[in-house]
């Protein structure tokens, strides 16, 4: 019965911190997962738990102490690699937030989340070949996402490879019509192809979704002055 009675405990506070990470009281679930930890102190996810929500309130140094608990308290705990080497790439350690991200896709590759994360970061590296890879993989593992199509787009696009581009915003679009930059990036590929029209109706899209976007208005501008030169 006492075991039964601290597992209940311990799946208690874990909803109850989770609750409130989720409704963005990051404070109060650090509070609650600290609790647990002290109640439990070799409990992985607790420290896991609590480091992601103080990923969530910017707080990177005890976001990668609490990673690293968790890792040493559980050397197969995938999400504490996959987060910790989201700690590493805002540090602007992208080695290291490769090999972490690399490490979590092989404890778990049905994971389309990690696969993204380790595409970014070879973003970051400037490595689109493996980006590109990593992306097509999560892209895989959940067709439906339009993060990854996004993505793929936007490294596509650094590439030059435009048409492919295109198609790959085409599709994020398709999953979420709302999302300004997708829009301003496929009339970016569109100018790139020399074809203003459906480069201002993308830009057009792009401003009013978000008005105050930084590029869209001067691209407007600029499709005009051509036109009337």
Request: glycine share 6%.
């Amino acid at each position: 019965m006492g075991e039964d009675t601290i597992t209940l405990t311990v799946k208690d506070f874990l909803q109850q911190g989770a609750l409130f990470a989720k409704n963005g009281e990051y404070e109060k679930a650090v509070q609650v997962f600290s609790e647990l930890i002290q109640a439990v102190p070799d409990f992985a996810p607790a420290y896991f738990r609590r480091g992601c929500a103080f990923f969530d309130m910017k707080d990177m140094d005890r976001a990668m102490s609490d990673f690293n608990r968790t890792i040493r308290r559980n050397p197969d705990f995938a999400e504490a690699y996959d987060s910790r080497g989201l700690v590493y790439a805002r540090r602007g350690d992208i080695d290291r937030a490769i090999e972490d991200h690399a490490k979590a896709a092989k404890l778990k590759p049905t994971s389309a989340f990690t696969f993204d994360n380790l595409g970014g970061a070879y973003t970051m590296k400037g490595d689109f070949e493996s980006a590109l890879t990593n992306y097509s993989e999560a892209i895989l593992l959940d067709p439906t996402n339009w993060k990854y199509y996004f993505s793929r787009g936007g490294v596509l696009l650094q590439s030059g490879n435009f048409d492919a581009a295109i198609a790959d915003l085409n599709e994020s679009i398709r999953l979420n019509p709302n999302f300004a930059q997708a829009y301003y990036n496929r009339g970016y590929a569109y100018m790139q192809l020399q074809k203003p029209e459906k480069a201002a109706d993308d830009f057009k899209v792009t401003r009013r979704l978000q008005p105050n976007h930084p590029g869209a208005s001067q691209a407007l501008d600029a499709i005009r002055g051509n036109r009337s030169s």
